[in-house]
């Protein structure tokens, strides 16, 4: 997926103010607009929409774009790269809650309590849009589009926590592992990438913390699909060969998380 070179050229500082004409270029014209923004604006709302967005952040592989317990002040729209979101468990170890990607919004965590309950740390170099949250709110009024995407935006997350609680409640591993891969070529799809290859940007250990199994039983099991030839693996990329037989190791085919 590639984005305006001029949108590129004014990112290289990092943090930066956005000029009228490059937030045209982050919102207006972004490839990713349909996926992290409401569709259907007219030009004033698209202008209004623009407007919200006050400043880009890039953030470093294996940095956090937030932690837990810091102030809440905006969401973020992630641009380019990969994120995982992660609580600290009793024992003191990570554990993923969640994998976002580029299209996607990070922070709602943080609207309750005005204060973050998690840690948003980047799997790889990436850029995300910050949206300051007291401006949504004002801006929600105006264009009650936006508010009403909010909702879905949040309503998406609620069923994906059901479905990883249905993934780890009920599922075996080898179910819990075909789920997670055909959910991220699914999302991956969604923005223009191949339908059946992808490079895993997160680690076997993290896909286990998510998963809930132990590293040794993520590498088995992919061990595994790729001796029955169900997928291709090479390091971090894998080529899915056999979506069906995938599927068909489901208990609860479509299940979402």
Do not use: W
């Not at 259907?40 to 294996?62: F, H, P, Q």
């Not at 069923?159 to 891969?181: C, I, K, Q, S």
């Not at 291709?232 to 299940?255: C, K, N, T, W, Y």
């Amino acid at each position: 997926m590639t984005h305006s070179i001029a949108a590129n050229a004014a990112n290289d500082s990092g943090r930066q103010p956005l000029t009228p004409a490059s937030m045209k270029v982050a919102c207006s014209n972004c490839n990713l607009r349909e996926l992290c923004m409401p569709v259907g604006l007219n030009e004033e709302e698209m202008k209004r929409i623009d407007s919200l967005i006050a400043t880009r952040r890039k953030v470093k592989r294996k940095t956090a774009l937030f932690r837990t317990g810091e102030k809440f002040h905006a969401l973020y729209a992630i641009r380019t790269g990969v994120f995982k979101t992660c609580v600290t468990a009793e024992d003191g170890r990570d554990q993923v809650t969640g994998f976002q990607m580029a299209g996607e919004i990070v922070g709602l965590d943080g609207i309750v309590h005005d204060q973050h309950t998690c840690d948003a740390v980047a799997l790889e170099d990436a850029e995300v849009c910050v949206l300051p949250f007291d401006r949504i709110g004002e801006l929600s009024r105006e264009v009650g589009a936006l508010q009403h995407h909010l909702h879905r935006v949040m309503s998406r997350e609620i069923v994906r926590e059901h479905g990883v609680m249905l993934l780890l409640g009920t599922m075996r591993a080898e179910e819990r592992l075909a789920a997670f891969l055909l959910n991220l070529v699914q999302r991956l799809q969604a923005r223009g990438f191949s339908r059946s290859e992808l490079v895993l940007r997160m680690t076997r250990q993290e896909i286990g913390s998510y998963l809930g199994l132990k590293l040794e039983t993520v590498s088995r099991t992919f061990s595994r699909f790729a001796e029955e030839g169900m997928i291709e693996v090479h390091q971090r990329q894998v080529r899915i060969l056999d979506v069906e037989r995938l599927r068909g190791l489901l208990a609860q085919p479509g299940s979402g998380f």
